[in-house]
């Protein structure tokens, strides 16, 4: 299968700094990308919906402010969690839907944020 | 009440016990359903994917989705300790539409 990396994989920063995680299509284009959030033995909550060239998408109750996602080509999303604190302290997850493909979604290996 | 119903668990089985994971969902137009496996502290993974109702089978995995119902199985078989892991549903409306996801079913099975 295709195959979707992240970066980094875990951070711990302080609070009050930004932090910027990366999302990558290794192996295909990906016209759009998909950040979601999990909290431990909860599900995966879609925070907001990417797309290459255009603002992202934000779900009901995310701060776009607040998360700032950026699909400059077609291979890479950024997430750049602002100002952290202790409650944004997650496992972010993305995935990528193939350029043209109506269905399957590749997802990332995650990247697990704390915010001391 | 959640779009999409799912006990978390967990479930532990015995080595080569089937192991049955279920869904339910409220929203009848969904017509794309997946089941992933997630392990510990990694993304999820794609195991089986099905539109409308019906079954579907690949090796040890067999996915069935009763639409009448509302309700969506996947079957395990011959259940492996490599097994052990989060089973999540997940299911759409249209084929490139957002993935509503179950709460997933930390799945044990013991050697």
């Known amino acids: 299968g295709a195959v979707v990396s992240q970066h980094p994989s875990w951070v711990i920063c302080k609070s009050g700094t930004s932090v910027k995680i990366e999302c990558r299509s290794l192996d295909f284009q990906a016209t759009t990308m998909f950040w979601y959030r999990q909290f431990p033995k909860q599900s995966l909550m879609l925070m907001a919906t990417?797309?290459?060239?255009?603002?992202?998408?934000?779900e009901q109750g995310v701060e776009k402010d607040k998360f700032l996602i950026n699909h400059a080509s077609l291979t890479l999303s950024t997430l750049t969690v602002t100002s952290a604190h202790p409650e944004d302290s997650s496992f972010y997850i993305c995935?990528?839907?193939?350029?043209?493909?109506?269905?399957?979604?590749?997802f990332g290996e995650g990247s697990r944020l704390t915010v001391l | 009440q959640k779009e999409v119903e799912q006990d978390p668990g967990p479930l532990s089985v015995p080595e080569g016990a089937i192991v049955s994971l279920n869904c339910t969902y409220s929203n009848s137009a969904f017509q794309y359903f997946m089941w992933y496996r997630q392990y510990s502290r990694k993304g999820p993974e794609l195991l089986m994917y099905?539109?409308?109702?019906g079954n579907k089978e690949d090796g040890r995995f067999t996915a069935q989705v009763d639409k009448s119902s509302k309700y969506i199985s996947l079957f395990i078989r011959d259940s492996q300790p490599s097994d052990s892991a989060t089973y999540l549903c997940?299911?759409?409306?249209?084929?490139?539409?957002?993935?509503?996801f179950g709460q997933g079913t930390e799945l044990s099975v013991k050697p």
């Open positions: 990417s797309n290459e060239g255009s603002k992202a998408t934000y």
């Open positions: 995935s990528a839907r193939a350029q043209g493909n109506t269905g399957e979604l590749f």
């Open positions: 997940a299911m759409s409306l249209g084929g490139g539409g957002k993935l509503i």
């Open positions: 099905t539109y409308s109702s």
